[in-house]
């Protein structure tokens, strides 16, 4: 069974740009969360998808959005990108929305904003 | 509100020697406990797991923890540590809130491992 996906894995952009990330989650998964990793910040939540529909977020701005599809699959934009953005941003998937399943990480994308 | 504290953010072994990576949590329903290992330029890689039962879970790689109530503590141990096991650790907590599930991550700890 494949495992959780992340396109792209690196990405530079620009302060004022916007970015799309992307997760496809493993094949009958119906949760996916979003995480920003930073050294200094360590693992942040910023929101948790399930069967289309958001049902929680993390303290993050309204610039950090996010979306999943009918498959899944699961997008997050950031907009008017900060320097502070720059981090790995990981997506997570687990089966349903049981507290005793373990999430499954995918590698992780990259963004660096100069 | 649920957290989950690791305590030092570093810590240096010998290759050989006990590994000790300490997990608190503060729940008033205690709640499932995960270790996961974060090797350089990857993601998250479960370890190990506690939801019910048994209270000593092993996990990969000999890794196991112990679930102790009375301590609220989830601490990850190996008996030998290998030049391998050099990477980032994180300790979660999840539980169920509102009707879905709450996860929420210790800040990490970094294991160096010296030959």
């Known amino acids: 069974k494949a495992g959780v996906t992340q396109t792209p894995r690196y990405l530079i952009k620009t302060r004022g740009q916007q970015v799309t990330l992307s997760c496809s989650p493993i094949?009958?998964?119906?949760?996916v969360s979003w995480y920003q990793q930073t050294p200094g910040q360590g693992l942040q939540f910023l929101f948790e998808?399930?069967?289309?529909?958001?049902?929680n977020k993390g303290n993050f701005p309204g610039r950090f959005s996010g979306r999943q599809f009918s498959n899944s699959r699961s997008e997050m934009n950031v907009s008017t990108l900060e320097l502070g953005d720059s981090a790995l941003y990981l997506c997570?998937?687990?089966?349903?929305?049981?507290?005793?399943?373990?999430?499954?990480f995918g590698p992780g994308t990259r963004l660096t904003v100069l | 509100a649920q957290s989950v504290t690791q305590l030092g953010s570093h810590v240096s072994v010998s290759e050989g020697a006990l590994v000790l990576l300490r997990c608190n949590y503060s729940?008033?329903?205690?709640?499932?406990l995960f270790w996961y290992v974060q090797y350089p330029n990857q993601g998250l890689q479960l370890l190990l797991k506690?939801?019910?039962?048994?209270?000593l879970v092993k996990g990969i790689n000999g890794f196991e923890a112990e679930f102790k109530k009375s301590e609220t503590s989830f601490h990850l141990t190996k008996p030998s540590a290998h030049m391998s096991d050099a990477a980032e650790y994180f300790c979660?907590?999840?539980?169920?809130?509102?009707?879905?599930?709450?996860?929420?991550f210790g800040t990490g700890t970094k294991l160096q491992v010296i030959p």
């Open positions: 979660a907590a999840s539980r169920s809130s509102g009707g879905y599930q709450k996860v929420t």
């Open positions: 506690y939801t019910t039962g048994a209270t």
């Open positions: 094949s009958g998964h119906r949760s």
């Open positions: 729940s008033s329903v205690p709640p499932y």
């Open positions: 998808y399930f069967s289309e529909t958001q049902r």
């Open positions: 997570a998937s687990s089966w349903r929305d049981s507290s005793y399943n373990e999430q499954f």
